[in-house]
């Protein structure tokens, strides 16, 4: 089997995967993948991603021209090109709406909170690129702001970006988005999200090497180490990766409170603070004046 043979069989498994877990619904998602030299092969447009066959797939170069195929490549293609156009070592694209993370995007929450360490050492944080009308121009530059420092990336009210050094990698990151926001949202559901520490999050990241996993940003550098710096002197997030981790002061775990935010560290041996709202202190004073009585 040809490489070119290979790498649309891959296009098709990968779309039929996709489709069978819900990641797409009827023609939605686009994948590509670079076919040597300037060449890219892509997903056609008008097109369930669980029905291709190999046949499907169009041949574009790096400028949008369709060279070979019946069919016209996706709509989402400026997308697809501006991703290859900023990161040289980038060799596949995946687009898709998995419904958590889609969900996650619609409400403009980012998955940045360190709370799994597989997904800090593998994408970092998952940021969402500004709403942009699909299928146009400024889909592309919405994309262009965080592509350079990240493999994976939301689309306000739209879907998810990832991309690999292959197909399966790209695809792959995919399934690790969506996971991530399943977990992510149980956690928020049942009232907290222990968040891993600032410490251990820098501990992670110089393991990604001992991983094997290449890391398109460092992440950036935690504002309270500058507190004195201005906006403008702080890290520019589309050149490094934002991650939310507090600071452990020894702890690597740093207790999550309901309403999203954290507790302040405690050293190891110190009492932990409690933190009552107004109505549940008036309730326990008030079941200790009935057992008063």
């Given at each position: ?252 775990l740093v207790p999550g409170l309901p309403d999203g935010s954290v507790q302040p560290a405690q050293r190891p041996g110190e009492e932990a603070e409690i933190r009552l709202t107004y109505r549940e202190l ?12």
């Amino acid at each position: 089997m040809s490489t070119e043979s290979s790498l649309r069989a891959d296009i098709v498994e990968i779309g039929r995967r996709m489709y069978a877990r819900g990641y797409t619904a009827s023609n939605d998602g686009n994948i590509s993948v670079r076919l040597g030299g300037d060449r890219l092969l892509m997903t056609p447009k008008s097109v369930c991603k669980g029905f291709m066959t190999p046949d499907m797939m169009c041949v574009t170069d790096l400028d949008g021209r369709k060279l070979q195929g019946e069919r016209d490549p996706s709509s989402e293609m400026l997308m697809h090109l501006e991703v290859y156009r900023q990161r040289p070592d980038v060799q596949a694209v995946v687009h898709a709406h998995p419904p958590i993370a889609t969900g996650f995007a619609v409400a403009g929450i980012p998955l940045d909170r360190a709370v799994l360490a597989e997904v800090l050492t593998t994408l970092g944080s998952v940021p969402i690129a500004a709403y942009a009308t699909p299928s146009t121009r400024e889909l592309p530059e919405a994309v262009r702001k965080y592509i350079r420092a990240h493999d994976g990336m939301l689309l306000a009210n739209h879907g998810a970006l990832t991309v690999g050094g292959d197909l399966y990698s790209a695809y792959f990151k995919m399934e690790t988005v969506e996971h991530f926001a399943k977990i992510s949202l149980v956690a928020r559901l049942l009232g907290r999200e222990n968040l891993i520490s600032r410490e251990e999050v820098m501990r992670l990241q110089e393991l990604r090497g001992t991983y094997g996993i290449a890391a398109p940003a460092p992440i950036c550098a935690d504002p309270a180490d500058s507190p004195g710096a201005g906006a403008g002197d702080r890290e520019d997030p589309a050149t490094c990766q934002v991650v939310q981790a507090p600071a452990g002061s020894g702890l690597r775990l740093v207790p999550g409170l309901p309403d999203g935010s954290v507790q302040p560290a405690q050293r190891p041996g110190e009492e932990a603070e409690i933190r009552l709202t107004y109505r549940e202190l008036s309730a326990l004073i008030e079941d200790a004046i009935r057992s008063l009585r």
